[in-house]
């Protein structure tokens, strides 16, 4: 899964979107924001609905954002967190890490890569 994923488009486009740029519902767009809906768990049915105007767009992309940004933070927190438990000897402590981290996580990415880790404690 991780190597389908590039998320610049819909960074670029919400971050032109937050300097003022009107949000333009083409086909591409509509399509980036579908796609990017799959991959931050947001169900495909309240995406098609949130295509249906631009306000309701707009607030799509901010919510993908989100997701894709507080994951980010989430996962880099995690990784650092074990990093130092495991160099403390705490295989344990930094097992919790991650299964609570597994126990907020929504994103499909940021779960297979903290699944991945928790494996790695083995």
């Known amino acids: ?7 610049d ?9 937050e300097a003022g740029e009107a949000l333009v519902l ?7 924001l579908l796609r ?6 947001i169900p495909d049915a309240d995406a098609q609905a949130a295509l249906q105007d631009i ?3 707009t607030a799509l992309l901010r919510e993908e954002r989100g997701r894709i ?4 933070l989430r996962m880099m927190a995690a990784r650092s967190q ?3 438990l495991r160099q403390a000897g705490d295989t344990a402590g930094a097992r919790k890490v991650m299964e609570d981290l597994l ?13 991945i880790a928790l494996e790695d404690l083995d």
């Open 9 to 17: 488009e819909v960074r670029d486009l919400a971050a032109r979107v």
């Open 55 to 57: 306000t309701t767009a």
């Open 103 to 115: 126990a907020v996580e929504v994103v499909p990415l940021y779960r297979e890569l903290a699944e």
């Open 36 to 41: 990017t809906a799959r991959e931050v768990a």
């Open 26 to 32: 083409t086909p591409d767009v509509r399509e980036l």
């Open 1 to 7: 899964m991780s190597e389908d994923i590039n998320w």
């Open 69 to 72: 940004r507080s994951g980010s």
């Open 82 to 84: 074990v990093r130092k």
